[in-house]
């Protein structure tokens, strides 16, 4: 299972959110490459790198810190927050990302990310499935929709995704443990799916309960943040798995 630790990024800061409330951001660090160093310089291999200001503006906002860390570090950064265009899209993979997660596009206009996804292959793109009680939110988890979670990750990854990353909002920021029966449920529906987990990690004894269920990843935040989790222990964790 592969570790990505996250900088979300506002106003070039790296940020963290609570439920993805805008109004509840805590500023952890002036300089997201630095962060992004630190990581790197622990051991840890991949970046999650969210433009939170994109996600609410449905375009990119923050794309030269994206351009910063990945020239300055060797991680393999997917990266997320408003591509609502293929001008955007293809802006993120020249800027550096190795991925890039389709949320709000592949909800609203699923014709098209399966255009981008013939475009750029199920290696680049991952859908972003994140949801508040099981109904798929967008535009940075501001507009709520009436789109099952499990309805939309079954018929995109049929149509030809293969990475999913998937949000349980109520847990996001939370410190509160995975969402393990929204994983276990999307598994269970889509097996073969490359499917990451995102919000609510806690601690260690958290990767090893998503490890047994075979995620693909984990996306580790506030837990890094506010101290529960070192950069090095999560390598040392990876290093052991």
């Not at 959110?17 to 997201?32: A, I, M, N, S, W």
């Not at 622990?42 to 020239?71: P, T």
């Not at 292959?121 to 929709?145: C, F, K, N, Q, Y």
């Not at 919000?199 to 580790?220: K, P, S, Y």
């Amino acid at each position: 299972m592969r570790i990505l630790p996250a900088i979300d990024i506002s106003e070039g800061k790296c940020v963290r959110l609570t439920q993805g409330d805008y109004g509840k951001r805590t500023v952890y660090f002036e300089d997201p490459v630095s962060v992004a160093l630190d990581f790197q310089d622990a051991g840890l291999r991949y970046l999650h790198v969210v433009d939170l200001d994109g996600a609410k503006a449905r375009k990119l906002v923050n794309l030269k810190v994206l351009q910063k860390i990945a020239s300055k570090t060797h991680l393999r950064i997917d990266f997320g927050g408003g591509i609502q265009s293929l001008e955007d899209l293809t802006a993120a993979f020249d800027a550096g990302a190795a991925q890039v997660t389709l949320g709000s596009i592949a909800a609203h206009d699923p014709a098209l990310a399966l255009e981008w996804l013939a475009k750029f292959g199920p290696e680049r793109l991952i859908l972003g499935a994140d949801a508040r009680e099981g109904m798929i939110s967008a535009g940075g988890w501001t507009e709520a929709t009436t789109l099952s979670v499990y309805d939309f990750v079954k018929d995109m990854c049929a149509a030809g995704f293969k990475y999913v990353v998937s949000t349980d909002i109520a847990r996001d920021g939370m410190l509160s443990g995975p969402a393990v029966e929204l994983y276990k449920g999307l598994l269970k529906q889509n097996p073969g799916i490359a499917l990451v987990a995102s919000g609510g990690i806690r601690d260690l004894a958290d990767l090893d309960t998503l490890a047994e269920l075979r995620m693909d990843g984990a996306i580790v935040g506030k837990a890094i943040y506010e101290g529960h989790i070192t950069p090095a222990a999560l390598a040392a964790w990876k290093a052991h798995h």
